[in-house]
């Protein structure tokens, strides 16, 4: 029986994987919204569920008629079914508890403003405005989220930041070096969403410099705490380069 079994668990897997890779692919290249996306996606999580379930019974059968090549096999489906539905779960279990925020700044008194990003977003997608109640929020969930201050010279600074933006691959929309104000568009690693990131540095004393980054989604109600972490990995990679810049040249100790 299992050899009858055997082909309709592997068109189901063929399937599955087939839908996962449409929905991801789909909303990267632009087939569809994001939320036709996930929706494929959460299908697919389910209908793997589903064929682990199979898998284990098809094991059974197999132990009965003592068939070894189709326990083989039926042992490889509930491995990737399971792998592959355990790791959405975990993912969203581990992401469930954020807020549902999509706007994220060092500064919430007055947050680095976008200026030609306005121009390249489209009518159905985020406001560039900010919502001043995502201020409570963060402070709440993201209170590490705080500016860069440092006593290197503006330009350097600003040097520093424009090698790291290009560095992470994101495209730069607008770079305005004379005021401090880089802007560019990040993507997420998985499905392709674009966030727009505005980078913002000015002189607050005679010897002190200022950064603050805000960094926020294009589309969707929440970003599973994607744009804080962009944030926070940005500054701690800023505050290394920057501290490098302190040390004194080898040439100047020998």
């Known amino acids: 029986m299992s050899?009858?079994?055997?082909?309709?668990?592997?068109?189901?897997?063929?399937?599955?994987?087939?839908?996962?890779?449409?929905?991801?692919?789909?909303?990267?290249?632009?087939?569809?919204?994001?939320s036709t996306g996930f929706s494929m996606l959460r299908e697919s999580v389910f209908a793997s569920l589903i064929l682990s379930v199979l898998a284990i019974g098809s094991l059974c059968v197999c132990r009965k008629e003592n068939n070894i090549a189709g326990q083989r096999f039926f042992i490889l489906v509930l491995t990737v079914s399971f792998v592959y539905s355990s790791m959405w779960i975990v993912f969203y279990v581990q992401k469930s508890g954020l807020p549902k925020i999509n706007d994220i700044t060092t500064d919430i008194d007055t947050p680095p403003s976008y200026m030609n990003v306005s121009f390249i977003r489209k009518t159905k997608e985020n406001d560039v405005s900010y919502n001043e109640g995502f201020a409570f929020i963060q402070?709440?969930?993201?209170?590490?989220?705080?500016?860069?201050?440092?006593r290197l010279d503006k330009a350097n600074v600003y040097l520093a930041i424009s090698e790291l933006v290009g560095k992470r691959g994101w495209e730069v929309v607008a770079n305005y070096s004379q005021v401090?104000?880089?802007?560019?568009?990040?993507?997420?690693?998985?499905?392709?969403?674009?966030?727009?990131?505005?980078?913002?540095?000015?002189?607050?004393?005679?010897?002190?410099?200022?950064?603050?980054?805000?960094?926020?989604?294009?589309?969707?109600?929440?970003?599973?705490?994607?744009?804080?972490?962009?944030i926070r990995d940005f500054m701690k990679d800023l505050s290394e380069s920057l501290d490098k810049s302190f040390l004194p040249k080898m040439s100047s100790v020998r």
């Open 3 to 34: 050899r009858y079994i055997s082909p309709v668990l592997y068109i189901l897997l063929m399937l599955v994987g087939c839908m996962a890779f449409i929905s991801i692919a789909g909303v990267r290249v632009g087939l569809f919204d994001p």
């Open 139 to 150: 402070h709440k969930y993201y209170p590490e989220i705080q500016p860069l201050f440092t």
């Open 180 to 230: 401090g104000v880089i802007e560019a568009t990040a993507r997420t690693p998985v499905f392709g969403f674009r966030d727009d990131v505005v980078i913002r540095v000015m002189r607050v004393e005679e010897n002190q410099v200022r950064v603050d980054m805000r960094s926020s989604s294009r589309t969707g109600g929440g970003d599973f705490g994607v744009n804080a972490e962009r």
